[in-house]
């Protein structure tokens, strides 16, 4: 069964750093893009990063990029969201999800519990 398992978040100040690591299973993360969006209460679901698995192209939204970086470990199946120069605008609970395919663009098939990021003001 295919299952992805956020953590990390937690409650920092602005300016603060944070790696969300997710850890997937039923699956080769390798073979497959896989991605991660975030919702706060009351706003629309925002497609943060996806990275592809056919070139390794890194995509990000225009709120995050600069400030965050995705990666993946082949070898501990995990993939991961490294968050530098947090602002209050991204707390939200962060997914990450695959499309089921090799590449980025497509909807989300599969998606973890999420977890949450506050940062403080």
């Known amino acids: 069964q295919v299952q992805l398992v956020e953590s990390g978040g937690g409650l920092v100040q602005h300016g603060g750093s944070l790696r969300l690591s997710c850890a997937a299973s039923g699956f080769t993360l390798d073979y497959y893009a896989i991605g991660w969006f975030r919702q706060a209460p009351g706003k629309e679901r925002e497609g943060v990063s996806c990275i592809s698995s056919s070139d390794g192209s890194a995509y990000y939204a225009d709120s995050v990029k600069g400030r965050f970086t995705i990666s993946r470990d082949n070898a501990k199946n995990t993939m991961y969201l490294q968050m530098n120069s947090l602002k209050p605008e991204d707390t939200a609970v962060y997914y990450c999800?695959?499309?089921?395919?090799?590449?980025?663009?497509?909807?989300?098939?599969?998606w973890g519990q999420g977890t949450q990021v506050t940062v403080s003001s």
């Open positions: 999800g695959t499309p089921n395919t090799i590449d980025c663009g497509y909807e989300y098939d599969y």
